[in-house]
């Protein structure tokens, strides 16, 4: 079975500074799409960026950017530049093709503060 | 593009009732996905709609079911409500290719047992 998991329940950031969201799975799946969700406390769910396993080029967008490590499975999200409206719960997810289809297996989430 | 769109936003039950949530995806997407969020267990899959079939299902009892009609638009039922299925009820919609496919959430429902 796939499993997602996030080991940092709650982090905080100052403004303006980096930080690294951590995320690792469980597949015996090759291809597959890994993604980062947000979900602020207004609860709208909102895509963050989205990474093929078949691609070695880490995905990017604007102030987040991903490191992924398919041998190790590993799959962090890293936000530069942290702003007040990045706090939210983000969450780690996973989809593959085949039987799964529609069927994202998220991780617990990891709750991150940005404080002024 | 409208995004998707979930109705009613807050809807407050008893045990025993039952009840109905809507989704209406983005235009153009073919499937549709439900989702139970709550503080516990985090965010589970109930069931993927496709072309008015349900294509995929999660580990749910049978007192949740869904449908989807021409339009794309879903509904999610729950009979004989519990207080364990006080959560927060997500859609997602995607195309629905074969493949992974991007998934967008919609506002959720927030259902509360009484």
């Known amino acids: 079975a796939q499993t997602v998991t996030q080991s940092q329940p709650e982090m905080s950031v100052q403004e303006a500074e980096t930080v690294t969201l951590s995320c690792t799975y469980d597949?015996?799946?090759?291809?597959?799409?890994l993604f980062w969700y947000k979900q602020p406390p207004s609860r709208q769910m909102i895509l963050v960026i989205r990474q093929e396993a078949y691609k070695q080029q880490n995905a990017t967008e604007n102030r987040f950017s991903v490191n992924f490590q398919k041998a190790a499975k590993s799959f962090s999200l890293k936000i530069s530049d942290s702003q007040l409206g990045d706090t939210a719960m983000y969450f780690c997810?996973?989809?593959?093709?085949?039987?799964?289809?529609?069927?994202?297996?998220f991780g617990k989430g990891t709750k991150l503060s940005v404080k002024p | 593009k409208a995004g998707v769109t979930q109705t009613p936003r807050y809807l407050i039950k008893t045990r025993g009732q039952q009840v109905t949530l809507s989704c209406s995806p983005i235009s153009g997407h073919r499937s549709v996905s439900w989702y139970q969020q709550t503080p516990g267990q985090g965010l589970q899959f109930l069931f993927e709609?496709?072309?008015?079939?349900?294509?995929n299902k999660g580990n749910f009892p049978g007192r949740f079911s869904g449908r989807q009609f021409s339009n794309s638009r879903s509904e999610m039922n729950v009979s004989t409500l519990e207080l364990g299925d006080s959560a927060l009820y997500l859609c997602?919609?995607?195309?629905?290719?074969?493949?992974?496919?991007?998934?967008?959430f919609g506002p959720g429902t927030r259902l509360t047992v009484l």
């Open positions: 997602a919609s995607s195309a629905g290719l074969v493949g992974p496919d991007t998934q967008y």
């Open positions: 597949t015996s799946e090759n291809n597959y799409y």
């Open positions: 709609y496709f072309s008015e079939t349900q294509r």
């Open positions: 997810a996973f989809t593959n093709y085949g039987g799964s289809q529609g069927n994202l297996i």
